[in-house]
């Protein structure tokens, strides 16, 4: 079970990097979320796979018997998939904004940040508003 | 005892409850912000009052024994972060009260704020591996937001750029983690630094060593994963970006300082080389791609990434006096660089740009400011009186004396091309006439003082640093030797008796 499951890990990570490789940001994102699920999965072949028994106690011992599945890794997984999640989601949201912004979601036509020092703000807002005017 | 040792997450943790719930009640928030940095201030100073003999807190979450549950870990290089953090907050607290800070806090500037503080407070107090990836994302997600608080078009842009990066880093880290659980079978990290030496396969220990240089490397923007740095931080609002170059880079610094003086510190030999070859390559890259740029935000960029090398010599040469070196070093890095991000703020408010061709002539509209850019300036180039020259002293010593000629070099010629950069800002803002064109923002009496006000302490504590350093030096190599006494980290830790169940190693 555990070569399949190691392999699967890195076959997914494969295309987890081709994916983050690609030049248009949803791709990028892909692979990102890829990228996360092979973690998730790397961690649940490190805490020991197989074991087909449920994680408690049982009555009178004081540990899980030795064939238990292991509950940690199972715990560990459920936060790492809320926090990449919620990572997700505020990247995507992102994506949006800048593809409604730049008319693009390839990255390379993006270079707003790279031209040196643009007007702040608030310059740029009156001079918006002085070419409103003298339209 | 326990309360204090939880404060520092606590505080942050309320102020971010609610400044969430009073979302655009913008005076009572701002109340608020400044209020929990106070207290931040005040339990990390009280922290640093019980740790300051060496001794290790500890507080275990829910009362489960250490290497079982979330054990928080509060040693002197702890506490001193924690200070450094609430001294930080309450800096840009303030300073966030000038220019712009209607429109910053109608965004949430303070939740977000407060939930940077937090993450960073938790990175700093936590003793566990696992729990430290979780900080390192509550950090994060609360600079992306942060980052993108204004949403103009460059910041869309060095957002983007941020938040990819960054996502890839801390996967890594995850990646880790999940690796060193199945080679020792525990997070906590006195627990890891029992069981790491004992590994059987060392070099699949060692391999997730490397990984984990990566991801903190990623997060302290060393060479070569330093991209994300001068992407984005220029685009920030300039609050925001100083609690940026402040905090952010220098949590990874902390993880790396931690980790690889507890974890990995039998594996000494083979990382020290590694640490002093991505040091001196992070300390030349950075000096040499802020002399070619000519925007103060982007100059002040790649000077942090410059100082982060200094800052990994410890950790290359791992002897008392090299990480209290570096310890002296984040200490004094942390306030003088915040304070050039407040203060190209200033320069931007009294020239109406970045941009140093554009900027001119403040020597004489702005004598005052003048005087404030040259404490943390020179400071950040090493020159004796200040608190720079003091650090560099002693991390260039300890190379010296631990045989790391070439570093100690380096580290020498990298200050005097720093000093080239700040001379040139000197020349091209404040000394050179002001260009044609040039006209300050207006800006009210309230907003000026909000502004100078935190410019002004911090120059202090530079130069306190400076004049009057015995105690702060004294306080770094005390820290520096509780982190190289494992062995007193990890019994205070897991107490006297070590429990050990048979069989729960993966």
């Not at chain 1, 004081?62 to 926090?83: G, H, K, Y």
């Not at chain 2, 949430?108 to 900080?135: C, E």
């Not at chain 2, 203060?343 to 900027?359: D, P």
């Not at chain 2, 020179?378 to 070439?406: N, T």
């Amino acid at each position: 079970m555990e070569p399949v499951l190691i392999l699967g890990i890195g076959i997914v990570t494969v295309a987890a990097v081709y994916l983050l490789l690609a030049a248009d940001l949803p791709r990028m994102l892909i692979g990102f979320v890829l990228l996360g699920t092979a973690a998730n999965l790397a961690i649940l072949v490190s805490g020991r796979l197989g074991a087909p028994v449920p994680p408690l106690v049982p009555p009178g011992a004081m540990a899980l018997a030795s064939d238990a599945a292991n509950p940690l890794p199972q715990a560990l997984i459920l936060t790492a998939i809320v926090i990449g999640f919620g990572l997700a989601a505020f990247t995507l949201t992102l994506v949006v904004k800048s593809y409604e912004e730049f008319g693009t979601v390839v990255a390379d036509d993006m270079d707003a940040a790279e031209t040196e020092a643009k007007p702040s703000l608030p310059e740029q807002k009156r001079l918006v508003a002085e070419q409103r005017e003298a339209a | 005892m326990r309360l204090l040792i939880v404060a520092p997450l606590l505080i942050p943790f309320a102020a971010v409850a609610l400044t969430a719930l009073l979302w655009g009640q913008v005076a009572v928030q701002r109340a608020i912000g400044v209020i929990a940095s106070v207290a931040l201030l005040a339990a990390a100073v009280a922290l640093v009052a019980a740790t300051s003999d060496g001794r290790v807190l500890v507080a275990q979450m829910g009362d489960w024994p250490a290497p079982f549950g979330i054990a928080i870990v509060i040693d002197l290089f702890s506490a001193i972060m924690l200070v450094i953090t609430g001294l930080m907050s309450l800096a840009v607290s303030v300073y966030a009260l000038g220019p712009e800070a209607t429109e910053r806090d109608k965004a949430g500037f303070q939740p977000l704020l407060h939930s940077l503080i937090l993450g960073v407070a938790g990175a700093f107090s936590t003793g566990d591996i696992f729990n430290l990836y979780v900080w390192f994302e509550v950090m994060l997600i609360a600079s992306f937001g942060l980052l993108v608080l204004d949403r103009t078009r460059e910041q869309m842009d060095g957002g983007i750029r941020y938040v990819f990066l960054n996502l890839i880093g801390t996967t890594i880290f995850l990646m880790a983690v999940g690796l060193l659980y199945g080679l020792t079978g525990t997070l906590n990290f006195a627990d890891l630094a029992r069981v790491a030496p004992t590994v059987e396969n060392q070099g699949a220990l060692a391999a997730v060593g490397v990984l984990l240089l990566i991801a903190f490397g990623a997060k302290a923007a060393v060479f070569p994963v330093f991209n994300w740095l001068p992407a984005a931080y220029h685009t920030a609002s300039m609050p925001v970006a100083a609690i940026f170059a402040a905090l952010l880079t220098k949590v990874g610094v902390y993880a790396i300082i931690r980790v690889f003086t507890l974890v990995f510190a039998h594996d000494a030999a083979f990382f020290g080389p590694i640490f002093a070859v991505v040091a001196m390559a992070t300390m030349v890259t950075g000096v040499f791609g802020a002399a070619m740029h000519q925007d103060v935000r982007k100059i002040l960029s790649f000077h942090i990434i410059s100082q982060i090398g200094y800052m990994l010599i410890g950790v290359a040469l791992m002897t008392p006096l090299a990480i209290a070196g570096s310890i002296l070093y984040i200490v004094h890095h942390i306030v003088v660089k915040a304070n050039l991000f407040l203060v190209a703020g200033a320069i931007r408010q009294e020239t109406g740009s970045f941009a140093l061709a554009r900027t001119g002539g403040l020597w004489l509209s702005a004598p005052l400011l003048s005087l404030l850019f040259l404490v943390p300036a020179l400071s950040l180039a090493g020159i004796p009186p200040l608190s720079g020259f003091w650090g560099k002293l002693v991390v260039i010593r300890s190379g010296f004396e631990a045989g790391g000629y070439l570093i100690a070099a380096v580290a020498l010629v990298v200050g005097i091309l720093t000093l080239f950069s700040m001379i040139k800002i000197w020349n091209e803002a404040f000394w050179k006439a002001a260009p044609i064109g040039t006209r300050a923002i207006p800006w009210t009496n309230r907003q000026r003082l909000a502004t100078y006000a935190p410019v002004a302490v911090l120059a202090a504590i530079t130069c306190t640093i400076g004049i009057w350093t015995e105690p702060f030096a004294a306080m770094s190599i005390t820290a520096a030797e509780s982190l190289l006494d494992r062995e007193a980290y990890i019994s205070a830790v897991l107490g006297s008796s070590v429990p050990r169940l048979a069989g729960v190693v993966p």
